[in-house]
């Protein structure tokens, strides 16, 4: 298991989910929900200061079949955008983290409309914990590495 920090993102349409994990890459914790494009770069750019990570994880929502969505699209577009800060980015399989994460909020007493500001936050806590425990069992970085964008 490579040693650092890892920020976990889980990219949705109106919140921007994100969760951070230990150095030892044991545990991964919820951080912030953001409200996407309101102020990503300062947003990204604070929590590269604040966690000085060794990379990103973003979630990619394929579809059951494993087919790219408009979400799929979304995330990709997402993902290569924060290359453009100079840390390394992971895209890892998603699929069902959202529904894991309602369906936990829901089992702890959370109803849906008192859950949407924390969701994304949980969905990027499974996200990462997932890919965490991927590193950990195969001994290798989890998902693929998105090429940096030159320029941006």
Do not use: N
Not at 8 to 32: F, K, Q, W, Y
Not at 63 to 79: C, E, N, Q
Not at 83 to 95: F, K
């Amino acid at each position: 298991m490579r040693p650092g920090v890892r920020i976990g993102v889980d990219v949705g349409r109106v919140r921007v989910g994100v969760a951070v994990c230990d150095r030892d890459g044991l545990l991964a914790t919820p951080v912030v929900s953001h409200p996407r494009g309101q102020g990503d770069e300062s947003a990204f750019r604070a929590l590269i200061d604040d966690y000085d990570p060794i990379e990103f994880i973003v979630g990619l929502p394929l579809a059951l079949a494993g087919t790219d969505t408009a979400s799929t699209v979304d995330a990709r577009a997402f993902a290569a955008w924060i290359t453009h800060l100079g840390i390394p980015v992971r895209l890892v399989d998603e699929r069902l983290s959202t529904v894991s994460a309602q369906r936990g909020l829901h089992a702890a007493g959370r109803s849906t409309k008192s859950s949407r500001s924390v969701v994304d936050q949980a969905a990027a806590v499974i996200i990462l914990q997932s890919a965490l425990d991927a590193e950990r069992s195969s001994g290798r970085p989890p998902g693929l590495l998105v090429e940096t964008i030159e320029g941006d």
